[in-house]
């Protein structure tokens, strides 16, 4: 099936400072990426879509300016969390969507874990 | 709205037995809906999805799923579990009538399998 790269699988950082995230579909062009978050032992909850060559769309209560998404190329899209806080340490999944419209299937990557000290 | 119930946080079953993983599903048009499987501290792998056809859908690793329209279920299942199912499923579904082009999760339920 199709791969979806996520990097780093896990990174630790100091309080006040950024982190960026990269999600790489490497066998498909994705169009449309979609970034989630999961709190321990919990669903996903869907953050923003992602589209490439415009603004992401953000979840109702999801701080754009705190999570900054950009969808580069079909097969790169970055989620930056800026100024980060202990409060943002959590596990986020990035998901890429093969096809066009409702009918194209989704591929997750491994998921990154973010410590904030 | 789409939305996906699953009302078991856990599920505990011995090694060789059958097991069931409930799902229930609300959508205004029709649904896709998914299982996928997670274990600790990796992304979601894809188990088995329905679009149309035969209620019955074949999926990874042994696992089947029945869809049932009347009910709004999509419940998950295995003839005999493995110690090495254990782990953390999501239902997930998509109402590409309302054009939804990304899934709602379920909760998750914690399938525990004892040898």
């Known amino acids: 099936g199709a791969v979806v790269s996520q990097h780093p699988s896990r990174v630790i950082c100091k309080s006040g400072t950024s982190v960026k995230i990269e999600c790489r579909s490497l066998d498909f062009q994705a169009t449309t990426m979609f970034w989630y978050r999961q709190f321990p032992k919990q669903s996903l909850m869907l953050m923003a879509t992602?589209?490439?060559?415009?603004?992401?769309?953000?979840e109702q209560g999801v701080e754009k300016d705190k999570f900054l998404i950009n969808h580069a190329s079909l097969t790169l899209s970055t989620l930056t969390v800026t100024s980060a806080h202990p409060e943002d340490s959590s596990f986020y999944i990035c998901?890429?969507?093969?096809?066009?419209?409702?009918?194209?299937?989704?591929?997750f990557g491994e998921g990154s874990r973010l410590t904030v000290l | 709205a789409q939305s996906v119930a699953q009302p078991e946080d856990q599920v505990n079953v011995a090694e060789g037995n059958p097991l069931t993983v409930k799902c229930t599903y609300s959508?205004?048009?029709?649904?896709?809906l998914f299982w996928y499987v997670q274990y600790p501290n990796r992304g979601l792998q894809f188990l088995l999805k329905y679009i149309t056809g035969d209620n019955l859908v074949k999926g990874s690793y042994g696992f089947e799923a029945e869809f049932n329209k009347s009910q709004t279920s999509f419940h998950l299942k295995k003839p005999s579990a493995l110690v090495s199912d254990s782990a953390l499923y999501f239902c997930a579904v998509r109402d590409i009538g309302a054009g939804y082009s990304t899934l709602t999760f379920g909760k998750g339920t914690m399938l525990l399998v004892s040898p």
């Open positions: 992602s589209n490439e060559g415009s603004k992401a769309t953000y």
């Open positions: 959508v205004s048009g029709n649904p896709y």
């Open positions: 998901s890429a969507l093969t096809g066009a419209g409702g009918t194209g299937e989704l591929f």
